[in-house]
Each structure stands twice: as structure tokens, then as C-alpha cells.
């Protein structure tokens, strides 16, 4: 089955604690991407990656870290999580590219309370 | 600065009600204007609309672009309770090649 898998799906934990959200996908996709959801703000872009090792800011990256070393794989990293990334995360993939025209597939998401 | 808003931000109805959402843009290079359904967890797509004036249909639900007026509508006919759900609006510039810009989203509520 075709599919966005985030891990954790659920992380309660205290300021300054590094941690990952993991992010795969299992469609050969080029374009992979990192959202959060605040509520009346919608979803705004972190960091997207439009191929391995191409990774570029969206328009909130600050706090974040993301790698693309495998295709299928891109991970989310917060080195020293603060309160105010306490939110909703999503992970979308697509095998769009300048010239293609496939929607976004996204993940289940992973709420993070960073306290 | 790129933007999308999207009106009602919600809304409740009755099941058998007809509701039309609405989605306003402004993005240099337009690309694609694309509806999601959020329930519980992932955004699930609905429509990907590029040319002006073609609706796309599924089942209860049908979708138009007009590019001149820059908006978009979403219709549910024949509401369910099963359309409860917060709905997506996101926009796409040819200059961000995949980002999409998303509105805030409308909450709507069906009730039995």
C-alpha cells in the first residue's frame, strides 16, 4: 500500500531534548516535504527536499534540521526543542517535479508538546 | 507575499444542507490550486484544479477555479455527517516548484 509512515505519532517532552521525527515513504518520490499545523494558521512549510541530498527552508525552518540521504527517508530533527514548536507536524511526499502534476501524499501526523 | 484565505472559517449545517466553501488567492506564477479533507489525521486529497472554468466532480463534491477572479469554490450537496471535517485550500507557484501554500482551512460541521 502506498503510504507516508511518521514515527512517533504522539511525543510529550521537556525543552532542550534533541529528537527526530521520522519520515518515510514507500512511492519512489522525489519531493518529500515537512509541515506544522497551529491552529487559524493552516500548514506551513519547515524544509522541503526535491531530490536526495537537495534539501532547501520553507518558510519556518527556524529551530529545524532535516537530512536527505535516502530517498525514501526524511527525517526531522530538533536539536534543542523550545515550547513554542509545540505542535502538529506533517510529512508529504510526490513524485511531482517541475514538469509532472501528482498531488501531495501525507503522513498520519505527529503531535509534539514540548514543555 | 503570497497568500490564501479561505471563507467561512466555519460552519455548521444540517445533513441535506448544500454548503459552498470558498478560497481566495494571491501568488505570483500560478501552477495548481488543490482541495484537501482533514478529519482526525492526514490530509486526504480532493481536487487538483489548473484551468479556469472546468469543474471537477466526485461523488457529492465539485470544485471550480476561476483564474481571472483568483478563488475557488468547494460544493457538498447533500451533506453527511461523515463530511465533518476541516477543509484545505493550498496553492502552488511555479517559482517554489512543489510548495504549497495552504489557507487556514474552514471547519465544517454536519449534524444530524
Known amino acids: 500500500e502506498a503510504q507516508v509512515t511518521q514515527n512517533p505519532r504522539y511525543l510529550i517532552t521537556v525543552t532542550g531534548k534533541k529528537l527526530t521525527v521520522t519520515c518515510s515513504q514507500n512511492?519512489?518520490?522525489?519531493?518529500m516535504s515537512w509541515y506544522r499545523q497551529d491552529p487559524g494558521l493552516g500548514l506551513r512549510q519547515i524544509y522541503y527536499?526535491?531530490?536526495?541530498?537537495?534539501?532547501d527552508k520553507g518558510d519556518v525552518p527556524e529551530g529545524y534540521k532535516v537530512s536527505r540521504k535516502e530517498k525514501r527517508n526524511f527525517p526531522l530533527i530538533l536539536e534543542s526543542p523550545s515550547p513554542n514548536q509545540t505542535s502538529l507536524y506533517f510529512c508529504?511526499?510526490?513524485?511531482?517535479?517541475?514538469?509532472?502534476?501528482?498531488?501531495?501524499?501525507f503522513g498520519d501526523g505527529t503531535r509534539l508538546s514540548i514543555l | 507575499e503570497d497568500k490564501v484565505v479561505q471563507s467561512p472559517l466555519s460552519l455548521v449545517v444540517h445533513e441535506g444542507d448544500t454548503v459552498t466553501l470558498n478560497c481566495s488567492y494571491e501568488?505570483?506564477?500560478?501552477?495548481?490550486l488543490l482541495w484537501y479533507k482533514q478529519e482526525k489525521k492526514a490530509p486526504t486529497f480532493l481536487f487538483m484544479l489548473t484551468s479556469s472554468g472546468i469543474e471537477k466532480k466526485s461523488g457529492r463534491l465539485s470544485s471550480i477555479l476561476d483564474k481571472k477572479e483568483l478563488f475557488s469554490i468547494l460544493n457538498i450537496t447533500a451533506t453527511q455527517t461523515g463530511d465533518s471535517a476541516i477543509y484545505l485550500c493550498a496553492v502552488e507557484a511555479e517559482e517554489y516548484g512543489n510548495k504549497l501554500v495552504f489557507g487556514a482551512g474552514t471547519i465544517l460541521r454536519v449534524k444530524s
Open positions: 527536499s526535491m531530490n536526495v541530498e537537495v534539501t
Open positions: 512511492m519512489n518520490h522525489e519531493y
Open positions: 508529504a511526499s510526490s513524485s511531482r517535479g517541475w514538469y509532472s502534476n501528482q498531488p501531495q501524499h
Open positions: 501568488v505570483t506564477n500560478f501552477r495548481s
